[in-house]
């Protein structure tokens, strides 16, 4: 696609309920991140995939939080038994290649997510 | 620990006055910086990056590696550049985030 989709881009869900939360990155583009983007506390580095390996995991605050990648494309974040303090923006970006000096981001929309 | 500090949350300044957003990081290596900027009800995108060492919209940055800071300037604010802005520093294969300073331009 043109740029980098991101669904749902709202999300409203009670305390202890799983979300998945979907990244469609720029057709070409190798280099997969998420980040999450909360009040105060800027933009946190969550995972980030190269094709469909995940060299870095540290990010991911609890072991609730997932992700995965397949066919070097679509990524799924996952969050199981969420809880109030995961409300955030769940932002994806993603780049044609993880070299110096091309580590250009393209972002997507975000993913709005509310834990009641 | 590889850090990017972005001191200022806030910061407010008159149009057609000066704007410098200051960012400090700290990297054993090589650093690699960018400034994101995010406008309002927009996506968050590419600024500029030291290695290009461009000009985007009047805004420079210029890598200081003795005093370890890429701080953004501008010499005459605008209206439109109200924003958000990030400062980011590539790590390996990671690419981590100040926490942000919103630059908020009065009339």
């Known amino acids: 696609g043109a740029g980098v989709s991101q669904s749902p881009s709202n999300k409203v869900t009670e305390k202890g309920k799983d979300v998945e939360l979907r990244c469609d990155p720029i057709?070409?583009?190798?280099?997969l991140y998420w980040y999450r983007q909360s009040l105060g506390q800027g933009l946190e580095f969550l995972i980030y995939?190269?094709?469909?390996?995940?060299?870095?995991k540290s990010g991911l605050p609890s072991d609730r939080f997932s992700a995965e990648r397949t066919g070097g494309s679509v990524s799924t974040l996952t969050i199981q038994r969420t809880q109030q303090e995961d409300s955030a923006v769940y932002l994806c970006?993603?780049?044609?290649?993880?070299?110096?000096?091309?580590?250009?981001?393209?972002f997507g929309a975000g993913s709005r997510l509310t834990v009641l | 620990a590889q850090r990017v500090t972005q001191p200022e949350k806030l910061l407010s300044v008159f149009k057609g006055a000066p704007v410098e957003l200051k960012c400090n990081y700290s990297?054993?290596?090589?650093?690699?910086l960018f400034w994101y900027v995010q406008y309002s009800r927009q996506r968050l995108q590419l600024l500029l990056r030291?290695?290009s060492r461009e000009s985007i919209k009047g805004f420079t940055a210029d890598l200081n590696k003795g005093e370890t800071s890429f701080h953004l300037k501008k010499p005459f604010a605008q209206e439109e550049d109200s924003a958000m802005y990030y400062c980011?520093?590539?790590?390996?294969?990671?690419?981590?985030f100040g926490k942000g300073t919103r630059l908020h331009i009065l009339p």
């Open positions: 970006a993603s780049s044609l290649v993880i070299t110096s000096g091309a580590n250009v981001l393209t």
């Open positions: 980011a520093l590539r790590r390996d294969d990671k690419i981590i």
């Open positions: 030291h290695i």
């Open positions: 995939f190269q094709g469909n390996s995940a060299p870095d």
């Open positions: 990297y054993s290596g090589s650093p690699e």
């Open positions: 057709s070409g583009h190798t280099a």
